[in-house]
């Protein structure tokens, strides 16, 4: 049975293979380069042998489903087609798999970081009445800053009967009534509690997942009551006695998060642990992203100070580093060449670098919830503008207008732009240094 003949340093289309990452029962993982944009993928090449034109139905439908999910922990696919006589999917490339991070100890306030991520994204999946089916460490994707992202939404559906039909696969994170053909809402919730029953205790439950399972007792010594009694109602052999979707159980974990940060809060003083301290940069920049990651979206770090940057931001807030090109992962489908940032297939220029124009193909016209404004060109045929752009990417025209932050008033003197005073110590729209006394009054 042939899985894979890939080599190292072969091309596919625009993607030059650098390594392997793994293999699974239905498909192979590689590192690779998109040549054309110089950014650095992961490619997920399916078995030749598994793949049939009733699996290739099945992933067209569930590729438009996996396309639409927009959220900070769902991890992107950046593209999915026939390259060379191979289906191959592409994705952006992380740092390495929390299964790889789960070989090592995790501290108590990592592993809850880790656990309300994974509860966002699948809670965000669940809104949309998407189920994911393999919610297991290796689908759970780690770049910088310890952001965490699920992989495989709707794909593993797929993945998942197609190896099931070929006579292998193993239950590992799956849920007792998701065996028996029967997933829902609640299946998801009970592999995402079985997960951070072993990130806390560095053992998995297994069938018939009786209370206490395995690893109990440290369990008790490590955290607060209440986290226990929070795995306990997701692992639950009884669906009905789970969280009814990883909406509710994230809002359970959010609930009882300050007091189990503090200490196990058992009957003995002395066996209480200490509080986890951090240095006041990540304290810092903790509490802007409580503030303005979502409006920001600043899904990134920088490469010299590790402080939160947006796709958008052309200087780092917070050191002043410039950022003439955007070398991360993008959600648009496609970039701009000349900036590295991403675009929409309808745009004809690129909004954030002035950057040439391009040629579109097709009529089609993309809507977006982010575009919030009007380009003030009468003759612009589409006049959209998503925040922060520099450029109309209809007719090219600058724009005049001064974005501004929701949530702040702070603008910066030199450009006028929304900027954060209390945080940065720098405009990200024009790399002016903000003077001392606008930061602290």
Not at 276 to 299: A, I, S
Request: proline content about 7%; some cysteine; aromatic content about 10%.
């Amino acid at each position: 049975m042939r899985r894979s003949t890939i080599r190292i340093r072969q091309k596919l289309g625009k993607y030059r293979i650098d390594g392997k990452l793994g293999l699974g029962g239905f498909a192979a993982v590689y590192r690779a380069t998109d040549t054309i944009e110089g950014s650095r993928v992961a490619l997920k090449i399916p078995y030749d042998h598994l793949i049939t034109e009733s699996v290739l139905e099945d992933f067209r439908r569930e590729v438009r489903l996996a396309a639409q999910l927009d959220h900070p922990n769902i991890l992107p696919l950046k593209n999915a087609d026939f390259i060379d006589g191979r289906f191959v999917i592409t994705y952006p490339l992380g740092e390495r798999t929390l299964a790889d991070r789960l070989q090592s100890r995790l501290s108590l306030i990592l592993a809850i970081d880790f656990a309300e991520q994974m509860l966002a994204g699948t809670a965000y999946a669940h809104e949309q009445r998407i189920i994911h089916c393999d919610i297991k460490p290796e689908n759970m994707i780690l770049f910088p800053d310890n952001h965490l992202m699920l992989t495989d939404f709707g794909i593993a559906k797929v993945a998942l009967r197609t190896i099931k039909a070929s006579g292998s696969g193993t239950v590992g994170y799956c849920a007792p009534e998701q065996a028996m053909g029967q997933p829902s809402f609640r299946s998801d919730v009970f592999s995402l509690g079985l997960i951070l029953y072993r990130m806390l205790t560095g053992q998995l439950p297994e069938w018939p997942f009786a209370w206490p399972p395995p690893g109990y007792h440290r369990l008790r010594r490590r955290v607060h009551p209440e986290l226990i009694e929070l795995l306990r109602r997701a692992i639950a052999v009884n669906p009905r006695q789970r969280f009814a979707h990883a909406g509710a159980m994230l809002a359970a974990l959010r609930r009882i998060k300050s007091r189990v940060l503090q200490g196990r809060g058992g009957s003995s003083p002395a066996a209480a642990r200490p509080i986890v301290r951090q240095d006041w940069r990540t304290l810092r920049q903790r509490q802007f992203q409580r503030q303005f990651g979502t409006v920001l979206e600043t899904r990134f770090v920088c490469g010299r100070c590790d402080g939160p940057v947006a796709e958008s931001m052309t200087t780092c807030p917070w050191c002043g580093t410039a950022r003439p090109k955007h070398d991360d992962p993008s959600r648009f489908p496609q970039r701009c060449p000349r900036c590295l940032r991403g675009m929409k297939l309808d745009w004809a220029y690129c909004p954030w670098c002035y950057g040439s124009g391009f040629e579109v193909r097709g009529t089609r016209q993309y809507p977006d919830v982010r575009y919030v404004a009007r380009c003030a060109g009468s003759d612009c045929t589409r006049r959209q503008l998503m925040p922060f752009m520099r450029y109309c990417p209809w007719c090219r025209r600058k724009v005049r207008k001064r974005w501004m932050i929701a949530g702040s008033t702070d603008t910066c003197p030199s450009c006028g732009w929304g900027v954060v005073n209390e945080f940065w110590n720098h405009c990200p729209w024009c790399g002016k240094k903000l003077q001392e006394k606008q930061r602290h009054g």
